[in-house]
């Protein structure tokens, strides 16, 4: 299915940003904090565009018959 890298993607850049935010809160770096926030919205966006990819393949499936 063509969402399943976006999904995997998505998940990465959640992942990723949580550990930055994380250690942008324990080191008191507020910008580091920040951009780890944007970078798990930017997962989260990506995992969502995943969904969206997989139920368009689906109803084009079911339409093939």
């Known amino acids: 299915m063509s969402g399943e890298r976006d999904k995997a ?8 940003g949580a550990a930055r935010e994380a250690v942008g809160k324990a080191t ?4 580091m904090e920040a951009k780890g926030k944007a970078q798990q919205a930017k997962g989260s966006a990506q995992g969502a565009m995943g969904n969206a990819k997989d139920a368009v393949d689906k109803a084009a499936d079911s339409l093939k018959g």
């Open 9 to 16: 993607m998505g998940k990465g850049n959640e992942i990723a």
């Open 28 to 31: 008191d770096n507020e910008e």
